[in-house]
């Protein structure tokens, strides 16, 4: 059989395709809400969700440990008491910080 591909067929698929490739993302981005929040220098080097800031790209990307611009999903309310030692309070942070020296 030879069929023609119509141009609303074409549509629906392309349409379709976008909306898949689309999914996962929606996903990783809704996983901060709820009962998870990012915290901040806490990671070991490698072990971040994802990244913020010069020297990072995503996730598995910070180069040691409790890097203060790199994060790691935690459950919420629990980050501030989550040891850091770069952290200007000792403690894990709910925004990117200069490490201390």
């Known amino acids: 059989m030879n069929r023609k591909v ?13 909306t898949l490739a689309a999914s996962p993302a929606l996903a990783a981005g809704d ?20 990244a913020d800031g010069p020297g990072t790209t995503c996730a598995g ?6 890097q203060g ?17 770069s952290s200007p309070t000792g403690k894990g942070q709910l925004q990117p910080f200069q490490e201390k020296g």
């Open 61 to 66: 990307s910070s180069k040691r440990d409790y």
């Open 31 to 50: 996983k901060d809400k709820g009962d998870k929040e990012k915290c901040y220098g806490v990671a070991q080097a490698g072990k971040n969700d994802c």
């Open 69 to 85: 611009n790199t994060w790691k999903y935690v459950p919420k309310g629990t980050c501030k008491e989550i040891p850091s030692p």
């Open 6 to 18: 119509t141009p609303a067929a074409l549509a629906l698929a392309f349409s379709t395709a976008v």
